[in-house]
Nanobody, 127 residues
Framework: VQLVESGGGSVQSGGSLRLTCAVF????????MGWFRQAPGKEREGIAY???????RYTHSVPGRFLISQDIAENTMYLRMNSLKPKDTAMYYC??????????????????????WGQGTQVTVSS
C-alpha cells in the first residue's frame, strides 16, 4: 500500500489549499483514514478523520476551517483548508488503516492506530 500526498505549498494568511492523498495498492473498503500534521519541534497530531462510511471527525486544532472528504472510486482523500493561519504551518501527512467495520474508526485518533503513511507535503503560511 502506498500513499502519496500533494497540494501543499506556500500561501499567505487567510488563503486556502486543497491537499490530495492518492492511495495505491488498496481498494477503498473498510478503512479509517486521517490527516495528520507535524510542525517543527512539535509532535505529530491528528487533525481530521474519515471512515469508509463517510463519517468525519475533526480535532480542536482546526474547528470549522478544514474539510475532509474522499472519492472512493478514485481511491483518493482530500483536505480542504480555508482561512489558513501561520500556526497551520507544518508537514501534512495522510494515513490509512484497514478495518473490518467502519464503527471501529471512532476510537482511531492517534498516529499509532494507522498502518500506512505517505511521505508528507509541506504547508507554509506566512503572515
Amino acid at each position: 500500500v502506498q500513499l502519496v500526498e500533494s497540494g501543499g505549498g506556500s500561501v499567505q494568511s487567510g488563503g486556502s489549499l486543497r491537499l490530495t492523498c492518492a492511495v495505491f495498492g488498496y481498494a477503498f473498503s473498510g478503512h479509517c483514514m486521517g490527516w495528520f500534521r507535524q510542525a517543527p519541534g512539535k509532535e505529530r497530531e491528528g487533525i481530521a478523520y474519515i471512515d469508509s462510511a463517510g463519517l468525519t471527525r475533526y480535532t480542536h486544532s482546526v474547528p470549522g476551517r478544514f474539510l475532509i472528504s474522499q472519492d472512493i472510486a478514485e481511491n483518493t482523500m482530500y483536505l480542504r483548508m480555508n482561512s489558513l493561519k501561520p500556526k497551520d504551518t507544518a508537514m501534512y501527512y495522510c494515513a490509512i488503516v484497514p478495518v473490518l467495520a467502519s464503527r471501529y474508526c471512532r476510537s482511531y485518533a492517534h498516529e499509532s492506530d494507522y498502518k500506512h503513511w505517505g511521505q508528507g507535503t509541506q504547508v507554509t503560511v506566512s503572515s
